[in-house]
């Protein structure tokens, strides 16, 4: 093997001194003794490497592939990380059926295998509140990086003890909230409340227990995400879309976006775009599409008017 170096060092009472330069094509390296030795001169240039690679030898990817045995990275979907090794079919890792003898075991291995993965009452919550972030999750066709961030939030909670005496379901949606904050995912609570039996309320206090206790710091969001799915909901025009955009970032420029929900100004903002160009829709179809209730809109609609001097036809 040739190592492209630019000079040769030789090695001397385990330090390794300069010494005039050879050339490239003559160092080559020693396996047997982890050295890179000079052909020319037969100095050592570097001694006891560690070779980091396998101790196998593959000379096809599909060789590589079934030799090497590096799992799964962890996730926090699991109880375990997805450490424990998962005992799932009836055959044999050459891919032949076993026999009915085998399959008894490997069934009875299988049952004690899943007994091993959930030992404490905390690992057992766990998974079940990873089947219900998993439901939550496709029910709304969230990304599917909310998951994992859910369920380290979850994880985070269970541990602590935040779940113990409410609902699962409730701690579950919580955490998928907070979990769609962090990752500035414009879904606001009520509609992950619906997927829940528990209500908005429950929901939303199980939300402010996560944030206090776990001391999570939650971005804010911009108003201006939430504006394409409502458009796209009353189907208003792009037009509508960029003059609620450009209302909205005049009044984060003048700070009067600051401890206000984000889906409601983004309403409002639409509320005032649609007056504006002529392509009407009553507060109750915004308020309706945006999450947010009515008198949301108007409070947040009157303030931006008055504000921002926004002219305003005559209604």
Request: with cysteine; net charge positive.
């Amino acid at each position: 093997m040739v190592l492209a170096l630019s000079g040769c060092q030789g090695v001397a009472a385990g330090k390794v001194t300069e010494r005039e330069s050879c050339p490239p094509e003559y160092i080559v390296f020693d396996e047997e003794r982890g050295e890179y030795i000079c052909t020319l001169t037969g100095e050592v240039v570097e001694e006891t490497i560690i070779d980091t690679g396998p101790e196998w030898r593959a000379y096809t990817p599909e060789e590589k592939t079934r030799r090497s045995r590096v799992g799964s990275p962890l996730t926090h979907t699991l109880p375990d990380y997805g450490i424990l090794t998962t005992i799932s079919s009836y055959r044999d890792a050459s891919g032949r059926k076993l026999e009915a003898r085998l399959r008894i075991e490997a069934s009875r291995l299988r049952r004690l295998q899943a007994k091993l993965r959930t030992t404490t009452s905390v690992e057992k919550n766990i998974e079940q509140a990873a089947r219900e972030i998993n439901r939550i999750v496709e029910a709304m066709k969230l990304p599917r990086s909310v998951i994992d961030n859910a369920m380290m939030i979850y994880r985070q909670a269970a541990e602590k003890g935040l779940v113990r005496g409410r609902s699962l379901e409730s701690m579950v949606a919580a955490a998928v909230y907070a979990a769609c904050r962090v990752g500035r995912i414009p879904i606001s609570i009520d509609r992950i409340a619906e997927y829940v039996k528990g209500g908005r309320k429950e929901v939303a206090r199980c939300y402010r227990l996560i944030v206090r206790e776990l001391q999570l710091r939650m971005p804010i969001v911009d108003p201006r995400r939430y504006v394409s799915r409502i458009v796209s909901s009353l189907r208003l025009s792009p037009t509508v879309e960029r003059r609620a955009a450009e209302i909205l970032a005049e009044a984060r420029r003048r700070g009067l976006t600051a401890g206000k929900d984000p889906a409601g100004l983004a309403a409002a903002a639409i509320y005032i775009a649609a007056l504006e160009l002529g392509d009407r829709r009553t507060q109750k179809e915004i308020a309706g599409a945006a999450g947010v209730t009515e008198v949301t809109v108007r409070n947040r609609y009157k303030e931006l008017v008055q504000k921002l001097n926004i002219p305003l036809p005559a209604q």
